[in-house]
């Protein structure tokens, strides 16, 4: 089970639908999409596509940029054979 962010990171329910939310590029085009949107110059914006009623999580640019940059390294299975 995934606990509820602080209140500080959530947004209220209808507050960021003007915003421009862009579907992930690794989405498969089914229904389990994940859609980011920038919020003013120091928010990044993760919603659940299938429950856009819900609000966003709400991510500070510096720690999703850390973690965009983590999900960009190679997966153990792509860095070869461990060597001792």
């Known amino acids: 089970m995934i606990p509820n962010p602080p209140p500080q990171q959530r947004a209220a329910a209808g507050q960021y639908s003007s915003a421009v939310w862009r579907v992930s590029s690794h989405s ?11 919020l003013g110059s120091t928010t990044i914006g993760v919603q659940d596509s299938k429950n856009r009623h819900l609000p966003p999580l ?3 640019n510096a720690a999703f940029t850390r973690f965009i940059g983590f999900l960009s390294l190679p997966q153990p299975e792509e860095r070869g054979p461990h060597r001792a």
Do not use: H
């Open 28 to 38: 498969s085009g089914g229904t389990n999409c994940v859609e980011v949107a920038t």
């Open 58 to 60: 709400l991510i500070p």
